[in-house]
């Protein structure tokens, strides 16, 4: 069976690009416009992992997973943050609240390839 991504970003570019270059693997891609509509999704269906751009209207990706967790407290799939953001204060506020993977964007095919893979083994 085939891993369960979910795929949020509200711009349609970088989904597209985020899904192309996932393609060429097993997985069955979900995606989101933002935020509430990811938690929507989650609240109907499982996922094994979530890819979220950082930036987004109305709750950015720090507050996503501060929700997630509230929301679905006996656990949450890991989550690659995607974001243009340099500041170790955000990463750092990342980290405690459970952001398994940062990646600067412009992200590469391999290195997102990599990192998925990569989560999608240590969760087995």
């Given at each position: ?26 997985y ?48 949450r ?48």
């Amino acid at each position: 069976m085939s891993a369960r991504i979910l795929v949020i970003d509200d711009n349609e570019i970088w989904m597209s690009l985020i899904k192309r270059s996932l393609k060429s693997r097993p997985y069955e891609i979900a995606e989101a416009a933002g935020a509430e509509e990811a938690l929507e999704l989650m609240a109907k269906e499982s996922f094994d992992l979530i890819i979220s751009d950082y930036f987004m209207p109305n709750m950015d990706g720090l507050q996503f997973v501060n929700e997630m967790k509230k929301r679905f407290p006996d656990g949450r799939p890991p989550v690659i943050m995607l974001t243009a953001v340099r500041s170790k204060d955000v990463r750092n506020q990342g980290k405690e609240a459970g952001i398994e993977c940062w990646l600067n964007k412009p992200v590469s095919k391999d290195t997102l390839i990599n990192s998925v893979e990569e989560l999608l083994e240590e969760r087995g």
